[in-house]
C-alpha cells in the first residue's frame, strides 16, 4: 500500500508541478592566441631551450593539446574544442610555412569552430584565402564585410557569420567576432570591420529564429569587449574570447602568471541574466577547461572549470610529433641563416636589461628607428618618429658570441621570440612621461634583484630616475631630452608635456602589455613588420656590431663612493700679379709645394718663413719676401706674410716660421732704401694679426689679409654674409697714422674692390670701396671655361661616384664644429672608430681602440643633401680634402686630459665663442668644458669618460691618469699638428687608409646615415648666444642633481 502511494503521489507532483527540465552537461576545451607554437615552448613562451627540457620546465606545443584535447573528445562528456583566433605568427615556423603549417595542424588538432584573429591578416587577405580554403573546421566572424574582397568572400570555409553544430542531439550555435583594430594593426585590405556587439545581436536573433537556445560568442577582440558583449548581447550564453592574452584563474595560480580575474568571469546583465566569459592566455601554455551545464531553456544552471597547464608531463601525441619532424628540416635551414657578426657580447641579461640600459636593448630600439628612418620619405627633417620604445620583457637572452662566429636567425629569434609588430602612435610627452614613471613603478632602490619586464630601452630619448622618490614621481622632469625628427641636424631637447611627439612601439606595448594601458585609445600605425625582422635587417646592415651603454638611462643611487655614482646624469691660368702663401699650400708639404711655385708665372711673397731646412723650396726662384711693381710709373712695394700656425696646422715640413711683424719691418725698410713709398702688406695670418700689422708696423699702407674667412662690408650687407667690420676697416698708428685692413671673405664668393688714392710721398688720402658679390648676371669668361673643360673629366668621374644617403644634414660649419660637437665630427670620428673594429681580431674585447679625435680645423665643409641625392666622393674629399691618413698612438690618461684642455685653449667665450681649428671632435670620449676656469684647468677632471674597448659590453668608464689608451686620430695630429705636441713623440702605427677613405666605406655600408648632437662635449658656462635647447649643461645638471639627492637622503 505504501509503495502505491508514493508512486501515486510522484505522478501526482509531476502533473501538479509540470514537466521536470531536463539538464545537459557540455564540457568545452578552448584556446587563443597560439601563435604558431608547434612546439613546446619555456616557462616563458620562448623555445624550449636543453637546458629547460632536462629541469621539467617545457611547456604547451601543439602534441601536448591534440592529447588533452582527444581525452576531452573521447569521454563520455559531450565536447566542443573551440579555439578564438590568432594561431598565425610567432615562429620560425610560420615565417618559413605562412598559412600551410596552421592549416595543417588545426586540422589534425579538429576544432569543431575557429574564430579569425587580427594575425591571420598580417599577409593579406591573400595570405588568409588559402588556410580558408584549405581548413576543415568553419571559421566563423560576424562582424566584417567582405564585398570588396570576392576570393576571400568566395572561401568555402568561411560560413558566413555563426555556425550550428549537433551535440549529443542539441543545437549549439557559434557565433565568431575579431577587432575593427584589425584595419590599423594587420593588413586586412578592403575588409569592412563592424561593431562587435551589433553584430553578434543580430546574429543571435537569426540563431533564435532557428529555435538555436545555447548560443556561444567566439572571438578576438579582448577581454574588455568579451564583457562587453555578455553585459549587452542578450541571448549569449557563454563567450570565449582572444586577443588579450588574458590569463583567469580560480585558486592558487600555477605558474608564472598572475590572474587578471576569475575563471569564469560572471557578468550580470541588466535583466539580472548571467553570462560567462574565459579566456586562456596564450602561446599553448594552457588548455581552457569548462564544464557548462544548460537547462532544457538553454539557460546556464551551473558552471565550473580553470584553466589546464600544458606541463612537461603531458605525453605528446605521436602523430603531432612525427608531423612536425616533416617540416622542421626546412625551418632549421632558415635558422642557421647568418646574419652578421659582433664584435661585442650583446647583453640581454635579466639583470641588466630589466634595471637599466643594456647595449642589447639599444641595439633593438636603435634598429627599429633606422628602420623607419629608412623607410621615410618625408619632406620634413630626417624621420617621422626619432623615438623608439621597447619593453625589457621581450628581450629574452643574450647573443654572445666571439667575433669570427656568425650571429644566426635563429640567435634573433631567441632574444625576440614574439614576432611582435612595430607601429607607429603619436602621444604627448605627458604621456611619455606617464610611460616612464610606470617603467620604474615596481623597482626598489638598492635592490639590485628587483627586475622588471616593464622598465623600457629606447632610442632618441635620455632620462634620470630617482628611485628614492615616490612611485608616479620617479622621472627626474627636467632630465628627459628627446630626439627631434623635424629636424636636419638630430639633436636633444628638452621634452615638452604638451606637445605631440611620434613614437615606434610593438603592438605588444600598444595593447596595453605589460600594464602600458595609457596607449589603450590611441591610433597606431603598423609598419607590417616584426621586431626580429628588422632586428636581422639591422644587422646585416651595421655588421659588425659593436653596440655599447650610452647613458640613455641615468638614475640617482645614492652610495659611499659619490663620485661613482656621478659619472653621467651626463690656378694658375688666372691673371694674378703677386700673391701670398696660405697655410693650406703646404697641405702635401714641400714636396707639393715645389713644383707649384716653379709652375708660377707670378711673383709669391712670403717674407716671415726660413727656408734654410727645405732646399728645393729655397731654389724656387718665384719664392721671395716682397716684390716691387710697376704700376703707371710708381713703383709699390708687396710684402708677404703667413701665419706661423702653419707649423702645427699644416705639414711645411723644416720650414721655419718668424713672426709677421718683426718679418714686415725688415722688409719695409729694404723697400724705404729702395726709395719703395707706397707699401702693401699682402698675407695669410686672420683679421686680428691684420689688425696687428696695420697698427704696429710704420711704412705700411694697406694690409690684405685672408685665413680667417673675414667678411667686412659698408653699408646694407648684399647676401648672406654677416659683416664683422666695415670695408676698410680703418686702424691708427700710434702717430695717429691711418692703415687700412681688408678681407674679402672666401670661395671665390666676392671680389674685394678698392679704389685709393696715394699723395706724392704715398700716404693715403682717400679710401673707398666694397667687395663685389660675384653673381650670375657676371658673365662667364669663355677662356677660362674651356680650360677647365680640359679638366672637368676626372672631376666629374669623381663627382659621380655615389656613396650612399643621409637622412640629414651634416653640419661641417665651422663656427659649430670648432667650437662644440657637431654631427659631421661625430660621423667621421665613429666611421674611424667602426673602420678599425672590423680589422680587429685580437684576443682582448671587441677593439685594441675604442677612441677616435680629429682636429675640427679638417673639416672644411658641410654635406647638404635632399634624401633622394647621393652623397659622392667628391663630398666626402670637399669635407676632407687632406688625405690624412689615419693611425693609432698610446696616450696615458694624463695625455688624454693635456690634449683636451688643448682643445679648449683658444676657446673663448664672452658674447660669442671665438672658434678655433684645434677644437677636437671624438667619439667613445665624454667631456665637460668649464670655460670660466683659467686655460690648462678648463676640463671638469670628473667628466671625462672613455669607452672601453678590453671589454666584452662597451660601457664608458672614467678615465684614469696613469692608465694607457689607444686611441685613432690622424697623422697630422700625430705629428703635432694644432699644437697637439703631446702626441708628436708618442710611438704610432699607420693604418694604411685614409680619412677619406673611411668615411667612403662608411657610406656605403651604413647608408642612410643620420648622425646625431649626442651630448659627448658639453660646456658649463654663462654663454648668451647658447640656446637652452642645446642642452650643453647637461651632465653638469644631473651631477648636481645627485649631490643635492644624496645631502637630502644623509640629513
Not at 590572474?259 to 535583466?271: F, R, S
Not at 628614492?468 to 623635424?486: A, D, M, T, W
Not at 714641400?590 to 711673397?605: D, K, R, T
Not at 657610406?1003 to 649626442?1014: A, D, E, G, R
Request: proline residues 4%.
Amino acid at each position: 500500500m505504501f509503495v502505491g502511494f508514493f508512486v501515486w503521489f510522484s505522478i501526482f507532483l509531476s502533473v501538479s508541478a509540470g514537466p521536470v527540465k531536463q539538464e545537459w552537461k557540455l564540457h568545452i576545451v578552448h584556446t587563443n592566441d597560439m601563435h604558431s607554437r608547434f612546439e613546446e615552448t619555456s616557462a616563458l613562451s620562448t623555445r624550449c631551450m636543453p637546458k629547460d627540457r632536462e629541469s621539467g620546465h617545457c611547456y604547451g606545443g601543439f602534441a601536448r593539446l591534440a592529447t588533452l584535447v582527444r581525452k576531452a573528445k573521447n569521454s563520455s562528456t559531450p565536447t566542443l574544442f573551440l579555439n578564438a583566433g590568432d594561431t598565425y605568427q610567432g615562429s620560425v615556423y610560420y615565417t618559413v610555412h605562412k598559412w600551410k603549417i596552421v592549416a595543417k595542424f588545426l586540422n589534425l588538432l579538429m576544432p569543431d569552430a575557429i574564430s579569425l584573429g587580427n594575425h591571420e591578416f598580417d599577409d593579406g587577405p591573400e595570405g588568409l584565402v588559402p588556410f580558408v580554403n584549405a581548413a576543415e573546421f568553419p571559421i566563423v566572424t560576424s562582424n566584417i564585410d567582405l564585398t570588396e574582397e570576392p576570393e576571400l568572400a568566395a572561401a568555402t570555409n568561411l560560413i558566413n557569420n555563426s555556425t550550428i553544430l549537433e551535440v549529443d542531439g542539441k543545437r549549439v550555435g557559434i557565433i565568431g567576432y575579431l577587432t575593427p583594430e584589425t584595419k590599423v594593426i594587420s593588413s586586412p585590405g578592403k575588409v569592412v570591420f563592424l561593431d562587435e556587439v551589433q553584430s553578434i545581436r543580430r546574429e543571435v536573433e537569426k540563431l533564435r529564429a532557428k529555435n538555436v537556445t545555447i548560443i556561444i560568442a567566439l572571438g578576438h577582440s579582448g577581454f574588455d569587449i568579451d564583457k562587453k558583449i555578455a553585459a549587452e548581447v542578450d541571448g549569449v550564453d557563454l563567450v570565449i574570447g582572444g586577443h588579450t592574452n588574458t590569463f583567469l584563474y580560480t585558486g592558487r595560480k600555477p605558474d608564472l602568471e598572475a590572474p587578471e580575474g576569475l575563471y569564469p568571469t560572471e557578468v550580470i546583465q541588466k535583466n539580472g541574466r548571467k553570462v560567462y566569459v574565459v579566456q586562456a592566455y596564450a602561446y599553448t601554455k594552457y588548455l581552457g577547461n569548462l564544464s557548462v551545464t544548460f537547462d532544457a531553456d538553454g539557460e546556464v544552471t551551473n558552471i565550473i572549470g580553470n584553466p589546464i597547464l600544458v606541463t612537461n608531463d603531458i605525453e605528446q601525441a605521436s602523430d603531432i610529433i612525427q608531423e612536425l619532424e616533416l617540416w622542421k628540416k626546412e625551418t632549421e635551414n632558415f635558422t642557421r641563416m647568418e646574419v652578421g657578426f659582433s664584435k661585442v657580447l650583446l647583453d640581454g641579461n635579466d639583470k641588466n636589461c630589466r634595471r637599466g640600459e643594456c647595449n642589447l636593448g639599444n641595439v633593438v630600439v636603435d634598429a627599429m628607428v633606422e628602420y623607419n628612418a629608412r623607410e621615410y620619405a618625408g619632406l620634413e627633417g630626417w624621420t617621422d618618429a626619432a623615438v623608439a620604445i621597447h619593453n625589457s620583457g621581450s628581450v629574452r637572452t643574450s647573443i654572445n658570441k666571439s667575433p669570427d662566429a656568425p650571429i644566426t636567425v635563429s640567435d634573433i629569434i631567441a632574444v625576440l621570440p614574439f614576432n611582435n609588430a612595430v607601429g607607429k602612435i603619436q602621444v604627448t610627452g605627458k604621456i611619455i612621461i606617464d610611460m616612464l614613471e610606470h617603467s620604474v613603478h615596481t623597482l626598489e632602490p638598492n635592490d639590485t634583484s628587483n627586475l622588471s619586464g616593464r622598465f623600457l630601452h629606447f632610442s632618441g630619448l635620455q632620462v634620470v630616475y630617482n628611485l628614492f622618490k615616490p612611485r608616479g614621481s620617479r622621472v627626474v622632469r627636467n632630465s628627459v631630452l628627446i630626439r627631434c625628427s623635424k629636424c636636419r641636424i638630430p639633436q636633444y631637447y628638452k621634452l615638452q608635456e604638451d606637445e605631440t611627439y611620434t613614437v615606434l612601439i610593438t603592438d605588444f606595448i600598444y595593447h596595453g602589455g605589460d600594464g602600458y594601458d595609457m596607449l589603450d585609445k590611441l591610433t597606431w600605425e603598423p609598419l607590417g613588420v616584426t621586431t626580429d625582422q628588422i632586428l636581422v635587417d639591422y644587422i646585416k646592415r651595421r655588421s659588425p656590431i659593436h653596440a655599447g651603454v650610452e647613458w640613455r638611462i641615468s638614475f640617482i643611487e645614492l652610495s659611499e663612493n659619490l663620485s661613482g655614482s656621478a659619472h653621467r646624469i651626463y690656378t694658375q691660368k688666372m691673371l694674378i700679379l703677386p700673391i701670398s702663401l696660405g697655410n693650406h699650400e703646404f697641405d702635401d708639404g714641400p714636396e707639393g709645394l715645389v713644383p707649384f711655385v716653379n709652375a708660377a708665372e707670378f711673383p709669391i711673397v712670403t717674407s716671415n718663413i726660413d727656408l734654410t731646412g727645405e732646399p728645393e723650396l729655397a731654389a724656387a726662384t718665384n719664392l721671395i719676401n716682397s716684390t716691387v711693381l710697376e704700376v703707371d710709373g710708381k713703383r709699390v712695394g708687396i710684402i708677404g706674410y703667413l701665419t706661423p700656425e702653419t707649423k702645427v696646422i699644416s705639414s711645411p715640413g723644416k720650414v721655419v716660421f718668424l713672426d709677421e711683424v718683426q718679418s714686415i719691418r725688415r722688409e719695409v725698410d729694404k723697400l724705404r732704401a729702395n726709395n719703395v713709398t707706397i707699401i702693401i702688406a699682402l698675407g695669410h695670418s686672420g683679421f686680428d694679426i691684420d689688425k696687428k700689422i696695420a697698427t704696429e708696423v710704420d711704412g705700411v699702407d694697406l694690409v690684405i689679409g685672408g685665413h680667417t674667412n673675414t667678411f667686412l662690408f659698408t653699408g646694407i650687407k648684399p647676401d648672406l654674409e654677416a659683416p664683422e667690420g666695415l670695408y676698410p676697416t680703418e686702424v691708427i698708428q700710434e702717430n695717429g697714422r691711418k692703415v687700412y685692413v681688408v678681407q674679402a671673405y672666401a670661395y671665390t664668393k666676392y671680389l674685394g674692390n678698392l679704389s685709393v688714392t696715394f699723395d706724392a710721398d704715398g700716404e693715403v688720402t682717400n679710401i673707398i670701396g666694397n667687395p663685389i658679390l660675384v653673381t650670375n648676371d657676371i658673365e662667364q669668361a669663355s677662356d677660362i671655361l674651356q680650360e677647365l673643360e680640359a679638366w672637368r673629366p676626372n672631376s666629374d668621374m669623381l663627382s659621380n661616384i655615389s656613396l650612399g644617403f643621409t637622412k640629414v644634414f651634416l653640419d661641417g660649419d665651422k663656427k659649430r664644429c670648432r667650437s662644440r660637437e657637431c654631427n659631421l665630427g661625430n660621423l667621421i670620428t665613429e666611421a674611424m672608430v667602426d673602420y678599425n673594429a672590423k680589422q680587429y681580431f685580437g684576443p682582448f674585447g671587441w677593439t685594441d681602440s675604442s677612441i677616435a679625435v680629429i682636429n675640427s680645423g679638417v673639416i672644411r665643409k658641410s654635406i647638404n643633401k635632399a634624401l633622394d641625392n647621393p652623397v659622392t666622393m667628391k663630398d666626402v674629399l670637399d669635407v676632407l680634402p687632406f688625405c690624412h691618413s689615419m693611425v693609432k698612438v698610446q696616450l696615458t690618461g694624463s695625455g688624454i686630459f693635456e690634449m683636451l684642455e688643448h682643445s679648449v685653449d683658444g676657446l673663448v667665450c664672452t658674447k660669442v665663442c671665438l672658434i678655433t681649428g684645434r677644437f677636437l671632435q671624438f667619439s667613445g670620449l665624454t667631456v665637460i668644458y668649464n670655460i670660466s676656469q683659467p686655460r690648462g684647468s678648463r676640463v671638469v677632471r670628473d667628466s671625462v669618460f672613455v669607452l672601453c674597448s678590453n671589454c666584452r659590453t662597451p660601457a664608458y668608464e672614467v678615465v684614469e691618469s696613469n692608465k694607457t689608451y689607444t686611441i685613432l686620430t690622424t697623422d697630422y695630429l700625430q705629428s703635432g699638428g694644432d699644437g697637439y705636441k703631446m702626441l708628436k713623440n708618442l710611438t704610432w702605427i699607420n693604418t694604411g687608409t685614409t680619412m677619406d677613405q673611411i668615411i667612403a666605406n662608411y657610406l656605403v655600408t651604413k647608408s642612410p646615415v643620420y648622425p646625431i648632437i649626442n651630448n659627448k662635449i658639453m660646456f658649463f658656462v654663462n654663454e648668451p648666444n647658447r640656446s637652452s635647447s642645446n642642452l650643453h649643461n647637461y651632465r653638469l645638471i644631473v651631477s648636481l642633481l645627485i649631490i643635492i639627492a644624496y645631502m637630502t637622503n644623509c640629513k
